[in-house]
């Protein structure tokens, strides 16, 4: 959930913004009751073992190569192609 606070508040109360942005909280700031921009935590990128990147994968497997799809493209353009 996103909470409002005003300028004072995050400039009085850094700290606890701080705190809750590292808990996952969002903020609008406000400048005279308007907002003026936004804080939010960083998204910090997950990384993946090899077994679950397996895993995922793994469901792709079975799947068309993509030649059926060449096909229907070459009969409707032609075979002449720029890079084979």
Not at 10 to 28: H, I, Q, T
Not at 41 to 60: K, M, N, V
Not at 72 to 82: N, P, Q, S, T, Y
């Amino acid at each position: 959930m996103t909470r409002t606070i005003s300028q004072a508040e995050l400039r009085n109360g850094s700290a606890g913004v701080m705190d809750a942005l590292e808990a996952g909280e969002d903020f609008v700031i406000t400048r005279n009751g308007q907002p003026v921009g936004e804080l939010r935590p960083i998204t910090r990128p997950r990384t993946l073992t090899t077994a679950e990147l397996q895993r995922r994968l793994a469901r792709f497997a079975g799947q068309a190569s993509g030649a059926g799809e060449r096909a229907e493209i070459d009969a409707v353009f032609g075979e002449e192609r720029l890079d084979d």
